[in-house]
């Protein structure tokens, strides 16, 4: 596709349950990041895939939260046994291998509400 | 490890007046360093980027930013606020032996009337 292209654009689940987040990534891009937009917080960094590279979890809140990456394109994060304070909006972002001044390209996001 | 710190989570100007959104960073390398903007219920855009090969970048919608090693900044400015400037603007670096993109907490920028 054109663009960075995450589903679904909103979801309301309730506390306790298990979410998946999905993120097509621009095709031919080896990077992929997802991020957490909170009210007030700006963007919290959550993991990195690059290419075949083991990933930057360093992000993940806690370990209900795990991403992968398959066959280097599409992403999914989960987030299992969700809680009220997971409701936030997540943003991916794609970037092409190679130079360190490429910037990233940005999907809509996933606005997650937990009731 | 790379950081930036964004001044200021609000900065109020009035329509027409000079945009200033401070920026600085912490890398123990030349750093890559990017501006976006966020406008109400759209995703993130990319306004400018440095890459070393000019201290004064030069973006879309008007805006620019210079490089400034000795104060280890990179403040994004407008001459003249249009009121369809207002949105959140976020400072990220890239660099410094990691290859993610650091961001700030972000700027919301309020045009007065």
């Known amino acids: 596709g054109a663009g960075v292209s995450q589903s679904p654009s909103n979801k309301v689940t309730e506390k306790g349950k298990d979410v998946e987040l999905r993120c097509d990534p621009i095709s031919g891009h080896t990077a992929l990041y997802w991020y957490r937009q909170s009210l007030g917080q700006g963007l919290e960094f959550l993991i990195y895939f690059q290419g075949n590279s083991a990933p930057d979890k360093s992000g993940l809140p806690s370990d209900r939260f795990s991403a992968e990456r398959t066959g280097g394109s599409v992403s999914t994060l989960t987030i299992q046994r969700t809680q009220q304070e997971d409701s936030a909006v997540y943003l991916c972002?794609?970037?092409?291998?190679?130079?360190?001044?490429?910037?990233?390209?940005f999907g809509q996001g996933t606005r997650l509400t937990v009731v | 490890a790379q950081s930036v710190t964004q001044l200021g989570s609000h900065v109020s100007v009035s329509e027409g007046a000079l945009v200033l959104l401070r920026c600085n960073y912490s890398?123990?390398?030349?750093?890559?360093l990017f501006w976006y903007v966020q406008y109400p219920n759209q995703g993130l855009q990319l306004l400018l980027k440095?890459?070393?090969?000019?201290?004064l970048v030069k973006g879309i919608n008007g805006f620019e930013a210079e490089f400034k090693k000795s104060e280890t900044s990179f403040h994004l400015t407008k001459p003249s606020a249009h009121m369809r400037d207002a949105a959140e603007y976020f400072c990220?670096?890239?660099?410094?032996?990691?290859?993610?993109?650091?961001f700030g907490k972000g700027t919301h920028l309020i045009i007065q009337p």
């Open positions: 990220a670096v890239r660099g410094g032996g990691a290859d993610g993109l650091t």
């Open positions: 972002a794609s970037s092409p291998q190679g130079s360190m001044n490429t910037e990233a390209f």
């Open positions: 440095y890459t070393s090969a000019a201290t």
């Open positions: 890398s123990s390398v030349p750093p890559y």
